[in-house]
Nanobody
């Protein structure tokens, strides 16, 4: 599975962005997908994850209420909608995937994910 993250950019505080994680490979439909972010000098931080079926999702407390995650299986793409952005949301955002069984629980640990995209920069100005 190869992942390509896109959609980042520079936005003013209060604005919105939609990030996309496009996948290639026949096994993506069996993958749970997560978004992480990493700001300069900080550890990689979990943002959100979605199950392989798309029926369940987990959102980090730090962004809950401002972020939604969804997937389009036909397009092999997972989206991260970021709303009411704050300067502290500035980071490189990475998507990651791992092959799971249908009933697997979602993981927020970066070490749990096998495949990683290259990252897309989100910069929020005040």
């Amino acid at each position: 599975v190869q992942l390509q993250a896109s959609g980042g950019g520079v936005v003013q505080a209060g604005g919105s962005l939609r990030l996309s994680c496009a996948a290639s490979g026949p096994t993506f439909s069996r993958c749970a997908v997560a978004w992480f972010r990493q700001a300069p000098g900080k550890e990689r931080e979990f943002v959100a994850a979605i199950s392989r079926s798309g029926s369940s999702a987990d959102i980090a407390d730090s962004v809950k209420g401002r972020v939604t995650i969804s997937r389009d299986s036909a397009k092999k793409t997972v989206y991260l909608q970021l709303n009411s952005l704050k300067p502290e949301d500035t980071a490189v955002y990475y998507c990651a995937a791992k092959s799971v069984i249908l009933t697997a629980t979602l993981s927020s640990a970066p070490s749990a994910y096998t495949y990683w995209g290259q990252g897309t920069q989100v910069t929020v100005s005040s």
